[in-house]
T-cell receptor, first 112, second 112 residues
Framework: GNSVTQMEGPVTLSEEAFLTINCTYT??????LFWYVQYPGEGLQLLLK?????DKGSNKGFEATYRKETTSFHLEKGSVQVSDSAVYFC???????????FGKGITLSVRP | NAGVTQTPKFRVLKTGQSMTLLCAQD?????MYWYRQDPGMGLRLIHY???????AKGEVPDGYNVSRLKKQNFLLGLESAAPSQTSVYFC???????????FGDGTRLSIL
């Protein structure tokens, strides 16, 4: 079956630091990959997505590249802000199964 | 632009009581989902629906029932609440398979 593995957290960074959050996956077929963000007290929001190998998703300064050879979809941002403090979830879905498979999420805290 | 709306936002129940959580979406999406979110567990799928009048079990369906009588609404019922069902419940909708899911802001449910 499908699975998503995220790096262990929490992660604490200073403002303007570089961010990498690792995500690897196992899937049959050709999944679409997503990063969702959850701000305190809110639901999940789609941050970015990629639907095929070598696609790069980007939004709000965040980027992630669909790497089929390493089955990875790592999230990066060059300079984080305090407002980026949130929980980040990596997820996948495929055409055979509409359901999303989520990683456990990782909490990011950014200090001023 | 309401998107996905969940009611109520907060609720406290006593063990053995019943209640229904309502999810409404205004995007004409075919698929709808109910998740629960618990610390350290990520999101777990309870039940889902791939169209009006259809429902299916997810990862953790025991103790819950659902109905999708209208395309825009997806109801989650707890017939006899237990403390183990204390959680944050999220509803999501999806246009079709392999597309992003859109989440509501959640219902925080405590069972004493």
């Amino acid at each position: 079956g499908n699975s998503v593995t995220q790096m262990e957290g929490p992660v604490t960074l200073s403002e303007e630091a570089f961010l990498t959050i690792n995500c690897t996956y196992t899937a049959t077929g050709y999944p679409s990959l997503f990063w969702y963000v959850q701000y305190p007290g809110e639901g999940l929001q789609l941050l970015l997505k990629a639907t095929k190998a070598d696609d790069k998703g980007s939004n709000k300064g965040f980027e992630a590249t669909y790497r089929k050879e390493t089955t990875s979809f790592h999230l990066e941002k060059g300079s984080v802000q305090v407002s980026d403090s949130a929980v980040y979830f990596c997820a996948l879905s495929d055409w055979t199964n509409s359901k999303l498979t989520f990683g456990k999420g990782i909490t990011l805290s950014v200090r001023p | 632009n309401a998107g996905v709306t969940q009611t109520p936002k907060f609720r406290v129940l006593k063990t053995g009581q019943s209640m229904t959580l309502l999810c409404a979406q205004d995007m004409n999406h075919e698929y709808m989902y109910w998740y629960r979110q618990d610390p350290g567990m990520g999101l777990r799928l309870i039940h889902y629906s791939v169209g009006e009048g259809t429902t299916a079990k997810g990862e953790v369906p025991d103790g819950y029932n659902v109905s999708r009588l209208k395309k825009q609404n997806f109801l989650l019922g707890l017939e006899s609440a237990a403390p183990s069902q204390t959680s944050v419940y999220f509803c999501a909708s999806q246009d079709r398979g392999n597309q992003p899911q859109h989440f509501g802001d959640g219902t925080r449910l405590s069972i004493l």
